[in-house]
């Protein structure tokens, strides 16, 4: 039996940013509940998981399994630095052809961002003018409190998922005196402590502080630091991050057990980037695009593990000169307007085989940045409004599935997985788990 509560009335999904992702999003939402497109993509529209055994076993969609929310549910708002509606920047953002944007152009007008809570420093190429004014950051993330509830109060909506789709902001290294307590957390908020308190940590604080989920589809370290688990665990919150898989390491994260259940060897992992939106545009500023490498860094170092196999991922790989320890990982991004949101990622793998041979694997993958992201929108807030009734809470590990760098307990020790298979089955198993069925899929 599932003790989950029943999605029941409205849920309110508020989202930061409303650029080429929220736009295509929530477009992609209102014109599915017409019945005008299909959902394609999205895990909680379509997959189906398998729940019994043997005789009894049942192949079932997840709201066949758990209560969830609908998209006829879903009540639309956002924040962003600039004042377009939801319909100006999906059609400024030419990620969708006009005839599939034009069928809901009232409901998209209808969603007028509020101020945003932006600081300058965090995004240097942005310059719009829908900003708060703030005294400090305490006093950014109390009118940030104040939008949710005004939102809850003029929509009558029952729940909230904030949703981080805004610009990827500057890096902020973790710093233990500001960032590993709630107490010093809002010491610094209090403070106005710029350098260590992003804009985006204000909007975490909010939402969390005013019951509603946090996701961070953006690299950046907002959540992914203990002082917010703090407050994520005080207030009962499920929090999610970071950085929405779509592309590049989507196709990364799958093809590198490929590599590592084959026990070939790896001498090197090249990939690169062009894109030209206005993420590309932000990511083009080496301090922003620092907080991404970071991300996309990750991946590969616990799918393909150097300790675990010296030969293969350590430092004998390859007898590649060795003027490296271990195999080779180099991301990049270039900013190159022409493409727009048509983003094209160029993977060469240089592995090794029998007796140490080389061989090269390249992969082109042209595909559209905005149209990988949006359903993983859609599944990230469903899921995670999923788990606040089902009063999960802190870091909900098991939608890593869905993120390029997956938030984990680092002052534990306590690795992450970003295998994705392995990631499928902590998705399905929780699935399981909250529909009142056993979770009975070994994960290895
Ligand atoms: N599309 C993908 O495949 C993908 C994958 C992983 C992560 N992401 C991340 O998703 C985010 C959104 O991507 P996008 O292509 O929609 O970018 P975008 O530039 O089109 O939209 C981002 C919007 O956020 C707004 N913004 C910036 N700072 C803000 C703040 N403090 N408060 C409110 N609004 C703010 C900007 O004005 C802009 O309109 C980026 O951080 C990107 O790195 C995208």
Redesign the pocket.
Known sequence: MSNVQKAEGKLGVLV?????????FMTGVLMARKGLTKPVGSMTQYDKMRVGKGADKKYLKYDQIVSMASLDDIVFG?????P?NAYE?AIR?EVLKEKDINPVKDELEAIV?MK????HN??KR?N?ENVKTCKDRWDMTEQLRQDIRDFKAKTGVNRVVVL??????VYVPINEKVHYTLADLEAAMKANDCENIA??MC?AYAALTEGAPFIM????TTVDIPAMWELAEKTKMPIAGK?????Q?LVKSGFAPIIGTRCLGLNGWFSTNILG???????DEPANFRT?EVSKLSTLESILVAENQPDLYGQNCGGCGNDHDGYYHKVRINYYPPRN?D?EGWDNIDIFGWMGYPMQIKINFL?R??I??AP?CLDLVLLSDLSARAGRYGTQRFLSFFL?SPMHDYTKNEVPVNHLFQQYVMLKNAIREMGGYEADEPID
């Open positions: 930061v940013g409303l650029g080429a992702v929220s736009s295509t956002a924040w962003d630095v600039y377009d920047s953002c961002p945003a809570a932006f600081d965090y995004a942005l719009g981080w789709a805004a610009s990827t902001e804009p985006s909007y589809g953006a690299p950046n950085d929405f898989k779509t592309g390491t939106n206005r993420d590309g545009l932000v990511l991404k949101d983003k595909c940045d905005s990988l992201a993983l390029k």
